[in-house]
Nanobody, 120 residues
Framework: QVQLVESGGGLVQAGGSLRLSCAASGSIFKINAMGWYRQAPGKQRELVATITSGGNTNYADSVKGRFTISRDNAKNTVHLQMRSLKPEDTAVYYC??????????????WGQGTQVTVSS
């Protein structure tokens, strides 16, 4: 069993900052890519940022220059530093990990989500 647990969401005013964290635990052989996705009410879940095991990153255009994704491979954690937050960033943020549970077996796992609300 593998679990991803997010933390760090909350309510912040526009222009403020938040830092999300996600910790993976359980029967992990290796973690490949990790990422953050978000889903606003009435909208589809969308990619926010991803990071490979080697540290290569990818961002949605809407967050480039404001959000920074990072990971600690030794602690199986991924973080999302969010700055200059806008009301349109309001959503439930989900952590995703592409995790090898065996050398030949890989699954995608999701966290339970953490609410981020940005007030205007």
């Amino acid at each position: 069993q593998v679990q991803l647990v997010e933390s760090g969401g909350g309510l912040v005013q526009a222009g403020g900052s938040l830092r999300l964290s996600c910790a993976a635990s359980g029967s992990i052989f290796k973690i490949n890519a990790m990422g953050w996705y978000r889903q606003a009410p009435g909208k589809q879940r969308e990619l926010v940022a991803t990071i490979t095991s080697g540290g290569n990153t990818n961002y949605a255009d809407s967050v480039k220059g404001r959000f920074t994704i990072s990971r600690d491979n030794a602690k199986n954690t991924v973080h999302l530093q969010m700055r200059s937050l806008k009301p349109e960033d309001t959503a439930v943020y989900y952590c995703k990990g592409t995790i090898m549970v065996l050398a030949t077996l890989t699954y995608d796992y999701w966290g339970q989500g953490t609410q981020v609300t940005v007030s205007s």
